[in-house]
């Protein structure tokens, strides 16, 4: 059974930082992509960025220059440093693993609300 759970949601002042963490476990799990999306209501799930093994990022361009994702060694955490938070990046945020960008595993979700 693959699991990914999530945490460090929460609610943050405009300007400040939050980072999450998720960790991957189960048999067969592939992490060659490790990403976080996250969703508003009424709006579809959108990438906010992702790892590919080898070494390759990529990011939502809103978020290029305050978000970092990073993972653990063996590739079973992942985490998305979130720095500079606007509100406009209140949403909940989903943790993804998986060999390509689709038909993976999801955790939960995490919510995030950034507001003074």
């Known amino acids: 059974q693959v699991q990914l759970v999530e945490s460090g949601g929460g609610l943050v002042q405009p300007g400040g930082s939050l980072r999450l963490s998720c960790s991957v476990s189960g048999t067969r799990v592939s992490t060659n992509v490790l990403a976080w999306y996250r969703q508003v209501p009424g709006k579809e799930r959108e990438l906010v960025a992702a790892s590919v093994g080898g070494g390759i990022t990529r990011y939502l361009e809103s978020v290029k220059g305050r978000f970092i994702i990073s993972t653990g060694k063996a590739r079973d955490t992942v985490y998305l440093q979130m720095n500079s938070l606007k509100p406009e990046d209140t949403a909940v945020y989903y943790c993804?693993?998986?060999?390509?960008?689709?038909?993976?595993?999801w955790g939960q979700g995490t919510q995030v609300t950034v507001s003074s």
């Open positions: 993804y693993s998986g060999f390509s960008a689709s038909g993976g595993h």
